[in-house]
């Protein structure tokens, strides 16, 4: 499976952006955003499964909403609000088939090649 995302840039504090993440292949069980800002360790975002289950990580959850286009093999991740904090460069990742834990990186197979988000004060 090869993941395609898009959709960073650089924005004022308050912005929103929606990234996108396509699959080259429809059948992916979980589709998932995490990120890593500078200096800091790889972080869960959210995850979205392909029968709809969402987990969205509490800092974000009030501003962040993810979705899926199962049709288009398309996960989205609309941000808004967004916090000088929430720069990072922004990766998403997949895996085909069942798994628990959808916010720990170590069950994701396939990783895209990040989409960087700069967000300024």
């Known amino acids: 499976v090869q993941l395609q995302a898009s959709g960073g840039g650089e924005v004022q504090a308050g912005d929103s952006l929606r990234l996108s993440c396509a699959a080259s292949?429809?059948?992916?069980?979980?589709m998932g955003w995490f990120r890593q800002g500078p200096g800091k360790e790889r972080e869960f975002v959210a995850a979205?499964?392909?029968?709809?289950?969402?987990d969205v990580s509490d800092s974000v959850e009030n501003r962040f909403t993810i979705s899926r286009d199962n049709r288009r093999n398309t996960m989205y991740l609309q941000m808004n609000n967004l916090k000088p904090e929430d720069t990072a460069v922004y990766y998403c990742?997949?895996?085909?088939?069942?798994?628990?834990?959808?916010?720990?990186?170590?069950?994701?197979?396939?990783w895209g090649q990040g989409t960087q988000v700069t967000v300024s004060s």
């Open positions: 990742a997949a895996r085909r088939n069942y798994g628990s834990g959808i916010s720990f990186a170590k069950i994701y197979t396939y």
């Open positions: 979205v499964t392909s029968g709809g289950t969402t």
């Open positions: 292949t429809s059948g992916v069980y979980v």
